[in-house]
């Protein structure tokens, strides 16, 4: 039989709060954290919109060792995780003689290789590159870093499938604990907000050029919408076993009761609603719920003219009965990108926590696709059972979790 | 450059950047066990030493360089020698 799993610890870093106390008030009075960063014109950029997400001071809190590792990201991700253990009632006490895994999404960590070029392109030698450019310049950064400083002796990887990345890792921790493979995995996404790490993403024109008014840039479904703004951070969710959390007594803030996926097999950059239903209905169908039965949605909708469209057009086609409201979160954090599938199910948990919906903000006017849905332009203060949140990314991977209060 | 300023670049270095106690930074202090420098952050000084004093520490001419005073004396040998 499989196990139930849920959710005991969550821990936040990101451009609406850096902590989670400080993001629920953002949500639930629909703050915007984006902003803008000079030196990226300089750079080259074409559009300088960025959440602005502050750096942690590591320095005196881990020694050098644990530090010279760990890229931008990493440092956001551990902050995540020391609060998502916190509020899970764990120490390090608690793993050094408990086994706990890690799934975390990152794709990409641009900053360390772009850095040690520019050594190799001036000395030409690479016994001047220093012994932490290699475990900052992988993929795997977050999770090797997390691993060791955490002394997590579970499952150790990191997920990389593009924007979909966070989600897939909360998917997979929860097929793990569901099979009886693990008790404790760690999730979560991180994403650098560094000038190098998104001027090849610039190079599409797919960032909104609403420079005056950044808090008003993003803005997913409305008909004046002019691209995504990027951004980033880290989300820590601690998955467990239900009796396991229940033995342990901690505090249980959430069930994921259902994990869609599918992949477009079409177009590289586009989004298709026909791969986004795949998905959506087999999280229904592994949750054993209709869409009658969600009382919320946490919409993938990045502010792109065609990806927006596309979610509506899929929700649509399944929610379009039961008017679900939708909101994407997105409207105030931008588009956090790898982090994002993470952060996402992080907010509506808070929001199921709380009893609110958070506001869609700069939803002002429909096209004609969003027209057809129940989008909350303002706070709603309302209790939600259910909610599902889509995650979608590059090379058409698709990501649907649905989680349930408890 | 002279000894004495040679000595206080490596003794601050090795608290700014390597975080290593102050307390521990005597002449004699064995670089390995004393200091707890090993081969990774070695390859964290190899960088620090070019950065400061313009030269790249080669291995094979460390082999006998175990001390602090014999760091000291290594890098004050290859500024004289340039």
Known sequence: MKKRVVITGLGIWSCIGTNIEEVTHSLYNGKSGIGIDPLRTEYGYRSPLTGIVPRPELKGILDRRLRIGMAEEGEYAYMATVEALKNAEIDLEYLEKNEMGIFYGNDSSAKPVIEAHEVMRIKKDTSLLGSGAIFQSMNSTVTMNLSTIFKLKGVNMTISAACASGSHAIGLGYLFIQNGMQDLVLCGGAQETNLYSMASFDALSAFSMRIDEPDKSSRPFDAHRDGLVPSGGAASLILEEYEHAKKRGAPILAEIIGYGVSSNGANISQPSDAGSIIAIERAMKDANISSKDIHYINAHATSTPQGDAYEAIAIDKLFGNSKTPISSTKSMTGHECWMAGASEILYAILMMQNSFIAPNINFETPDEYSAKLNIVAKREDKNIEIFLSNSFGFGGTNSVLIMKKI | ?82
């Open chain 2, 1 to 82: 450059m002279t000894k004495e300023e040679i000595k206080k670049i490596v003794d601050n270095f090795l608290v700014e950047e390597l975080e290593i106690e102050e307390k521990k930074i005597v002449d004699e202090a064995l670089l390995k066990d004393d200091l707890g420098i090993d081969s990774l952050d070695f390859v964290d000084v190899v960088v620090i030493v070019e950065r400061y004093f313009g030269f790249k520490i080669k291995p094979e001419e460390m082999t006998n360089v175990a001390t602090l005073i014999q760091f000291y004396e290594y890098i004050e040998s290859k500024q004289n020698a340039s």
